[in-house]
């Protein structure tokens, strides 16, 4: 269930049930030979197929974030960290003064790790706030079954190659992860990492990506219970 898809007196319908929410933050920046806005189709994903097993509602996810490293790749575009804190602090603070108090964050993007503290800030200013983050390929769900078909994470490699992910032809054979000397500028991210793949494999097999997804599901469901 997405606000988009309700009026302000649905949410006042659905605020007298329930206070949770579910907010995306996500990136627009390159992955190599999959979509520019792969970090929020995923969370996002995850977020609808939630929503449609607890009726907890999603906000319109966040399509911005932080990644100036990735400047030097066409289509990227990036927040500065201090807008990106005070934009997530904005919605937090929108989301809590229209009743919701429950809200798990949904994050897509690495980038955005720094908005985490400014909201456990917000919280502790807020104390009858419940807000949970969820880096969905950090988690140990993920790392266990990349662990069990002896895969390595990366951005932009197999681990974000869902079906709704991939928007052009992966190639065939893995990539050698690129020597990465320190802190970059964007021109010198490009020279290092080529098509953007941080390295392995581009693809895993539909089985393995089912299971990643239905892991990270999981995942969502238990954080939604806010026990």
Known sequence: MRLEDLNWMDVEAYLQQDDRLMLVLGATEQHAYLSLLTDVRIP???????????????????NFGS???FMAYPGTFSLRVSTLL????????SAYQGGFRRVLVLNGHGGNVPAKTQL??????LPDLQVRWYDWWLSHSIENI???????????NWL??????IVSDLPQKPKTPPHV?????AEQARKVYG?????????????????????????????????
């Open 44 to 62: 996002m994903a995850l977020a609808d197929a939630a929503s449609q097993q607890t009726k907890v509602l999603v906000a319109p996810p966040l």
């Open 67 to 69: 990644s100036p490293y």
């Open 86 to 93: 005070s934009v997530v602090e904005d919605l937090l603070r």
């Open 120 to 125: 456990s800030e917000v919280a502790s200013s």
């Open 146 to 156: 990349a662990l069990k078909h002896s895969l390595k994470p990366g951005h932009a």
């Open 160 to 165: 974000e190659a869902f079906p709704f992910t």
């Open 181 to 185: 000397p320190g802190i970059l500028s």
């Open 195 to 227: 098509d953007g793949s941080f390295g392995g494999a581009y693809q895993a097999s539909p089985q393995v990506m089912d299971e990643m997804f239905a892991a990270a599901l999981q995942d969502v469901l238990q954080l939604l219970k806010f026990d």
